[in-house]
């Protein structure tokens, strides 16, 4: 339904025209119908695009740093929606589902997961131990190539399935070897483990030359 301004415009739909402001100025288009919303293919997408954003919303403080862009202006959390929509998914519709319901339910293939990605080379982990609510690791402290800093920072991410995720950004530097990491309360099963490095110097710049890949240990 078209709506008069106080101007004497036009906005919205009026029979098969559609009037419509752009910079100030006023315009009118022919109204098409748009194509069907709810193709197989369209449904598939938006319910992988939902798995993508509920298991991200459990990571934001860390996509934060593990997705950082620099120059390309986008939004870390951007970045980590668009690697995932590319990963691998599984269908968990019901089975007893009616077939003529074009709803479908994914949900990502965690082990697949990337929390950070970036030009640091990723951490060489020696051992990885857990003892109640502590998680003990040690790392090779080879330092590589650059821009790899003895300086560098072992991040790690335990997640338990339906809470946000419990991150340590400072568990040692590259140069340390080991580090440990004392779960928060609630953290009583097994978790799923990430590691990554990245660059916590103050006045570095943001870039994916600052993190590296993260690395996925299991579930521990």
């Given at each position: 339904m078209a709506r008069v301004s106080k101007d004497g415009s036009f906005s919205g739909r009026l029979g098969d025209l559609v009037y419509y402001k752009k910079n100030g100025k006023n315009f009118v288009r022919k109204f098409t119908q748009p194509n069907d919303p709810e193709t197989p293919e369209q449904m598939v997408q938006r319910a992988k695009l939902s798995a993508v954003n509920q298991f991200l919303t459990y990571f934001k403080d860390v996509v934060?740093?593990?997705?950082?862009?620099?120059?390309?202006?986008?939004?870390?959390?951007?970045?980590?929606?668009?690697?995932?929509?590319?990963?691998?998914?599984?269908?968990?519709?019901?089975?007893?589902?009616?077939?003529?319901?074009?709803?479908?339910?994914?949900?990502?293939?965690?082990?697949?997961?990337?929390?950070?990605?970036?030009?640091?080379?990723?951490?060489?982990?020696?051992?990885?131990?857990?003892?109640?609510?502590?998680?003990?690791?040690?790392?090779?402290?080879?330092?590589?190539?650059?821009?790899?800093?003895?300086t560098d920072l072992i991040a790690m991410v335990a997640w338990l399935p339906g809470k946000k995720a419990a991150t340590q950004f400072n568990t040692g530097a590259r140069s340390a070897g080991s580090g440990q990491m004392k779960l928060p309360v609630g953290f009583t099963p097994q978790v799923h483990l990430w590691v990554f490095y990245w660059n916590g110097e103050k006045g570095s710049k943001v870039g994916e030359e600052n993190v590296s890949e993260s690395v996925y240990l299991g579930v521990i």
């Open positions: 934060r740093i593990g997705f950082q862009t620099g120059s390309s202006g986008n939004k870390p959390y951007y970045e980590a929606l668009k690697y995932h929509m590319q990963t691998e998914f599984r269908d968990i519709t019901p089975p007893d589902q009616d077939p003529g319901d074009k709803i479908r339910v994914f949900e990502i293939v965690v082990e697949n997961a990337k929390l950070a990605r970036g030009h640091l080379s990723p951490p060489e982990v020696l051992s990885c131990i857990r003892t109640s609510d502590t998680i003990s690791l040690r790392w090779d402290i080879g330092l590589g190539e650059p821009p790899n800093r003895h």
